[in-house]
């Protein structure tokens, strides 16, 4: 079975961040309500690339970001994240930090809870 990889960004394409060769690989989202959305309905990817400035709202006003999808897989989605692989390719260099920090710590949780049973 083909794995499933999505692209989360606002502007940016799959070659801007990956080998054009990979376009076909993923699915893409450009912003938070997308996100969720597409996760809803197709099941958690086995691979996330993340950007976390996602621009402006309908509304003019500063866009959900990255690390609110995060936190929304993380704390909302009630999804099994342990065998999630993901990249950050975010140019914010301090969001992408907390988005690989809360990632990751969740994930070695996840894991650490799974080993003591």
Do not use: C
């Amino acid at each position: 079975m083909k794995s499933k990889k999505l692209f989360l960004d606002d502007i940016r394409t799959i070659d801007m961040v990956y080998d054009k060769s990979m376009e076909l690989e993923f699915d893409i989202v450009r912003n938070y309500k997308d996100f969720i959305e597409y996760i809803k309905k197709n099941g958690l990817p086995d691979f996330i690339s993340f950007d976390n400035d996602l621009g402006l709202d309908e509304n003019g006003e500063v866009a959900p970001d990255g690390y609110a999808a995060v936190k929304w897989l993380v704390y909302e989605s009630e999804l099994d994240l342990t065998n999630l692989k993901f990249n950050v390719h975010s140019a914010n260099p301090v969001a992408a930090e907390q988005i690989k920090g809360l990632l990751t710590n969740y994930i070695n949780h996840l894991k650490k809870a799974k080993n003591s049973m």
